[in-house]
């Protein structure tokens, strides 16, 4: 009988983590979650009867290197082998560039771009070591073209792109796969800090605000089976941003056509959340 393939998450308490860890506990995986809020993982845990046999819990803070190789090991002593890392914790909070202090700086990169590397690193050095593996990162379609109001976020994940894309060339001669998963805007808790800033309006233009079902849709039909670089969701969307980033000056000329969009539905969002 051929073992259930393994997993490790962050950001499992909430969100896409939270549903990815349902949905791959409820297939049979052995599945590791982690999360910096372990009262509400715990919580959720004992909510849906995860059985203790194939999940473990543990608190981490995403941003502590020292952290992440402990957490690493924990999952190997439970587990064996670790067939699938996935880095999905996150953070946002919209506002303009000359508004920011330097704790907000320092919280978008730690959590979003340094909390992937040092997670990515971590599994990289258990797969190396095993022969195989796959890292799946959770970027933005904010890491394709910048997106005014958040400046911050665009940038860190712009960031965890350009990493997973690189890490991506490094792993494959050791047989280790990494995929960069940049979605359009999810109705996540990350949404709910955006109510009533203006800054945030660019975020709510999208056609659709995607489920975190969809998500997870994705990533265990595409992303897990096929493996590839990169998976923008949707694709069209992913061209426009792709388009709008070779030639920036559109920005001046498509951004206020968004940006009012964008005020309508983030109006409409709250008020049905109300």
Same mark, same amino acid.
């Given at each position: 009988?051929?073992?259930? &393939?393994?997993?490790?998450?962050?950001?499992?308490?909430?969100?896409?983590?939270?549903?990815?860890?349902?949905?791959?506990?409820?297939?049979?995986?052995?599945? !590791?979650?982690?999360?910096?809020? !372990?009262?509400?993982?715990?919580?959720?845990? &004992?909510?849906?009867?995860?059985?203790?046999?194939?999940?473990? $819990?543990?608190?981490?803070?995403?941003?502590?290197? #020292?952290?992440?190789?402990? *957490?690493?090991?924990?999952?190997?002593?439970?587990?064996?082998? $670790?067939?699938? #890392?996935?880095?999905?914790?996150?953070?946002?909070?919209?506002?303009?560039?000359?508004? !920011?202090?330097?704790?907000?700086?320092?919280?978008?990169?730690?959590?979003?771009?340094?909390?992937?590397? @040092?997670?990515?690193?971590? *599994?990289?050095?258990?797969?190396?070591? &095993?022969? @195989?593996?796959?890292?799946?990162?959770?970027?933005?379609?904010?890491?394709? *073209?910048?997106?005014?109001?958040?400046?911050? @976020?665009?940038?860190?994940?712009?960031?965890?792109?350009?990493?997973?894309?690189?890490?991506?060339?490094?792993?494959?001669?050791?047989?280790? @796969?990494?995929?960069?998963?940049?979605?359009?805007?999810?109705?996540?808790?990350?949404?709910?800090?955006?109510?009533?800033?203006?800054?945030?309006?660019?975020? !709510?233009?999208?056609?659709?605000?995607?489920?975190?079902?969809?998500?997870?849709?994705?990533?265990?039909?595409?992303?897990?089976?096929?493996?590839?670089?990169?998976?923008?969701?949707?694709?069209?969307?992913?061209?426009?941003?792709?388009?709008?980033?070779?030639?920036?000056?559109?920005?001046?000329? $498509?951004?206020?056509?968004?940006?009012?969009?964008?005020?309508?539905?983030?109006?409409?969002?709250?008020?049905?959340?109300?």
């Amino acid at each position: 009988m051929k073992a259930p &393939q393994t997993f490790f998450l962050t950001g499992a308490a909430s969100g896409i983590g939270q549903h990815l860890a349902d949905k791959l506990i409820a297939q049979g995986g052995c599945v !590791f979650a982690t999360d910096i809020n !372990f009262d509400a993982l715990a919580a959720h845990a &004992q909510t849906r009867g995860w059985p203790e046999q194939r999940v473990r $819990l543990r608190r981490l803070d995403v941003r502590d290197p #020292a952290a992440w190789p402990e *957490a690493i090991d924990e999952a190997v002593a439970a587990f064996g082998d $670790l067939d699938v #890392a996935m880095n999905i914790a996150g953070y946002m909070l919209a506002g303009w560039i000359h508004e !920011f202090p330097p704790g907000e700086v320092d919280r978008h990169f730690d959590i979003n771009a340094k909390g992937v590397i @040092y997670g990515t690193q971590a *599994a990289a050095r258990r797969m190396m070591k &095993q022969g @195989y593996g796959h890292i799946i990162n959770i970027a933005s379609i904010a890491a394709l *073209a910048p997106i005014p109001g958040v400046a911050l @976020y665009s940038a860190a994940k712009y960031a965890v792109r350009a990493f997973s894309l690189a890490a991506a060339q490094e792993l494959r001669p050791y047989n280790v @796969y990494v995929t960069a998963i940049c979605p359009d805007a999810v109705r996540t808790p990350l949404l709910d800090p955006q109510k009533g800033i203006e800054a945030a309006a660019l975020v !709510f233009s999208t056609p659709k605000l995607f489920s975190v079902e969809d998500i997870a849709r994705v990533i265990l039909e595409r992303a897990i089976p096929r493996r590839p670089m990169e998976i923008v969701i949707p694709a069209h969307r992913g061209w426009l941003a792709h388009v709008t980033n070779m030639f920036p000056q559109l920005a001046f000329k $498509l951004g206020p056509f968004f940006r009012k969009r964008g005020e309508t539905r983030q109006a409409e969002f709250f008020a049905r959340r109300d």
